[in-house]
């Protein structure tokens, strides 16, 4: 599915050229769950973003190739790389209110990667249904622009009332006029196709009473809502890889379980590829089947999880397993190693 | 449902603010010397006098005064303007038509060229469109209103001799040719409803210039707002997930990036609004506009005083109606705003008591009278309670007070001379302390040396910072050099005050530049040319730095001082302190600067620097409290200020160890920007013909003086000194721009 070779992204910072990646080997299977560990630091997040390009503006890609089924895409162009993020792989982030558009509905970011990557099916349900596409409220705009005619208008009224003309606030009155007719005329707007596919989505992801989520905010839902509606978003494009992005540091113990158990599930539906990132040795040995252990910017082993946990080969994967405070023990610290080994 | 409530809250809470600025304004009419003075003629016979004193309630008590003139305002009766013979109330409606059409064409013109431009600028940012905007706003800020005004006049009549460059309207072809009915005295409308093109064009041929001029400042301040804000978004996670869903760079910038910007743009758009009043009083003089600005300038030069307060009041109930609407907007824009809102009982004690005072004020005065002393006594009775009662609870907290009296010590020194020695004596001190542990310095310097480089870095990589740097720099060094760069003649008793000439080949002048030696040897003509009194305006310009000087460096001085002792100490205990703080400032913030400033010099008739200066500080210090205290409010929500109380830090440590430092930035950034924004100002005033005699060296004075000399092509003597006020204002500016780029720790990468 997912093939990275050699890749090297460098940060350039007032300090000097930082190596967040110094050759990372990496490849994921068709339907297969990958784990990436790895402490603060160590090149994980900058692994995910430079597959998608998603670096910032300071960062470079320096060396080294990411094939996605079979194509190169490590030149790809603006435009392909479009079609790849949803569209091909999809991603979700650390935390999920930051990650969300506070001034959006779910239904609009949700129905916004519909529209961008699931326009043919779409448009068959409108005709199949014989429904309206997209939005289904006509001539309305956002509520503070509404406000803002409204607010020009009654100024104006009062205005030219005050200075005993009123006849020339009659045309605001009538732009009010119009404005209360519309609203009055589509009391009863039929749903349209895409905010049919935007409830399929968010019940894709169990999210309870998928209706009235859509029409809330995001600061109006809990953390778990929250990340669920991030993987409804990430998967609506029809994504085949799934990348998560330190999915439920953010979150409680409880619900982090859950979390963690829907995208398990989600995978095996759909038989996706997830590349996993944390830092939590336990969500890897709960979740994947196959983990890769990176330490400043390399991979410094990868192997099945039964191997990992029984038989670690490296040292600082020894290092990184010790430190898992177990009952009664002391718990240790992460030593220093001076060169991290190759694989 | 929730949304009216919290618009009916809103509308509330402008009433207790309404109150208190006819407080102020009553107050700015008591201060003034004779009330009788503006009816009095030598012809009024003592009997026409004593009826005078009858109607206007002179010798009536103070509490009796200020309710009659409560209920005079809420009955719209504002009293008569004698410099226009008109009814105030009358001249109000009159007037407002033409003021609003210009200050809507305006504002349109200002938000929707600034917006785009900040956006544009933001996704440029540090190439050279970016500079270039960011130059052009700067400028905006920088560039005094009245100086592009006249540069603009004097563009206009040297290439366009047939545009009207003063005056709403050809008068001839309005009335007289080809009249219309007009009926709104919106121009523009009237001339729609009349359905004439010509009259439409001419109409909006004058309105042009104006709008342009009024519209640039406050083109440039949102222009650095959306910037600004679009920086801070377009590093948002949520930026990242809609670049993931694979939307265009363009889709991210305007449906994601854009409409998170707004928010906090929005809100300050009021704020705007201020800046919109205030420079239609000197837009409106300039261009003659029959507007409100220019009646209440005639009114102030001649102490109109029902003219001078209306107006106040006026431009005061305008301003806050527009904070109004813009709070309301912002709670439509933003749906995290909360609405049900921490309305507390001291809250609605005040809306209701502050209505229930309207009311009896509307049924009796005498009752009103009585109810206004007995809210008045319960609430300092109350408040010195509460005062009283804390101190004899912690007398620890006695170091307030004795905080309180060393501002006022340290205030009262900056406005005598005491300061200079005060600053002479600390410095030396300082000085002899760094000999004393030259070693200790030198260790203590070690680390401070890394951020040196930083800062060095940041400065070298930012070139509009080096210019700044160096204007500043230049601009003081013709302050302190003065004496040696334009030595005064010898006949001159006070440098600071310009020679007079009214020898014909003294005034009127033009530049000479560097070839001002004749052959004789002996100094021949003006560097920079004369005004049309022969005031040498290279003179005016090099100790008009020193006025610039003083005036700037007290007035933000004492603000500084006050706002940062008021802000910090207010925000830090919040509560009823706080609630009270922020009353008064509201109050203040209330009315716009410069008409409150002038009003203040207006109405005491004393014409001084001292007296403008006192102006100044009495307009500057509530927003700079406003700005400390909410940084105040935010750092002693963070936990290290609960780690330090968990260990036992007093609350004086809190304040001047953890909060004060860590806003620290924004004073130093603020007080930076203030140095020239206060010059600006006072440019203002002097150019309106306020503060010190006409023979004072002040850039905004010698700018005035250019002003009728225009239309003879003479341009010198407006350009040169309005050109010293705007680098004065650009190098603070740039340098307040590239302290905060500096000292703030998220700008590093």
Known sequence: ?343 | MKLWIYVLRRLALTIPVLLGVTIITFCLSYGMGDPLAPYVTEKTTPEQYEILEEKLGVNDPIQVQYVTYLRNVITFDWGYSKVINQDVSEALRDKFAATLELSILAFIVAVGTAIPLGIFSSIRQNRWEDHSIRLFALAGSAIPIFWFALFLQYFFTINFPDWEIVGRRDILFWEITDPIEIKTNFLLIDAIAAGSWPHFLDALKHLILPATVLAYGSMATIIRLMRGNMLDVLGQDYIRTAKSKGLTENQVTYKHGAPNAMIPTVTLLGMGFAGLINGSVLTETIFTWPGLGAWAITAMRSLDVSAILAYTLFSAFLYIIANLIVDILYAFLDPRVELGGHSSIAEMLVVSLSILMLLVTFLSINVAVWFGLLILISLIFLGSVAIGKRLWENPDDLWIVFLFSGTLFVVLSILSGFFMTIIYVSTFVYILYLGYSWKDVKEGLAPKFDEFKRAVYQIKRNPLTILGLFLVLSLLSIAIFAPWLAPPSETQRDPMRMEEHFEFNYNHQPPCYFSCTAESGEEDGYILGSTDRGYDIYYGIVWGSRTSLDVAVKVVFTGTFIAVVIGAVSGYYGGRVDDIVMRITDVFIAIPGLVLALAIIAVTGDNSIEMLMYSLIIVWWPGFTRVIRAEALRIRKLPYIEAAKAAGASDFRIIFKHVLPNCITSIIVIATMDMGGIVLSLAALGFLGFGGGADLAEWGKLVSFGQDDILKGEWWSFFFPGLAVALWALGFYLLGDGVRDILDPKQRN
């Not at chain 1, 439920?248 to 379980?257: P, W």
């Open chain 1, 1 to 343: 599915m997912l093939e990275i070779k050699d890749l090297k992204t460098n940060f350039n910072t007032y300090d000097g050229v930082v190596k967040a990646l110094d050759g990372v080997n990496l490849s994921i299977k068709d339907g297969e769950i990958f784990g990436l560990v790895g402490e603060t630091g160590s090149g994980k997040s900058v692994t995910a973003y430079s597959v998608l390009k998603l670096l910032p503006k300071t960062a470079e890609i320096v060396a080294g190739k990411i094939i996605l089924n079979g194509e190169d895409i490590t030149d790809a162009t603006e435009d392909r790389l479009r079609q790849i993020r949803g569209g091909e792989i999809g991603i979700i982030f650390q935390d999920p209110l930051s990650a969300l558009n506070p001034v959006m509905t779910v239904n609009e970011q949700v129905g916004e990667i519909l529209v961008l990557h699931q326009d043919a099916e779409i448009n068959k349900l409108a005709y199949e249904k014989e429904i309206p596409v997209y939005k289904s409220e006509k001539w309305k705009s956002s509520p503070g622009v509404e406000f803002t005619i409204m607010a020009i208008c009654i100024s104006f009224i009062s205005l030219f009332t005050m200075i005993g003309q009123f006849t020339f606030g009659l045309p605001f009155l009538f732009v009010i006029g119009i404005m209360f007719l519309r609203d009055y005329l589509q009391k009863e707007v039929p749903e349209s196709a895409l905010d049919l596919m935007v409830i399929e989505a968010l019940s894709r992801v169990k999210l309870p009473n998928p209706k009235q989520i859509a029409s809330s905010y995001p600061h109006e839902l809990s953390g778990g809502m929250q990340q669920r509606v991030m993987i409804a978003m990430a998967l609506a494009g029809k994504a085949k890889m799934l990348i998560a992005d330190e999915p439920t540091t953010a979150l409680d113990v409880t619900i982090q379980a859950q979390i963690l158990q829907l995208i398990k599930d989600i995978q095996k539906e759909e038989n996706m590829s997830v590349l996993l990132i944390t830092h939590d040795l336990g969500v890897v040995a709960e979740t994947c089947e196959k983990v890769a252990v990176m330490y400043k910017g390399k991979i410094v082993e990868e192997a099945s999880v039964d191997q990992i946990f029984t038989n670690p080969q490296h040292e600082y994967t020894k290092a990184l397993l010790n430190a898992i405070p177990k009952g009664g023990k002391e718990r240790l610290k992460v030593p220093e190693i001076g060169e991290a080994g190759a694989i």
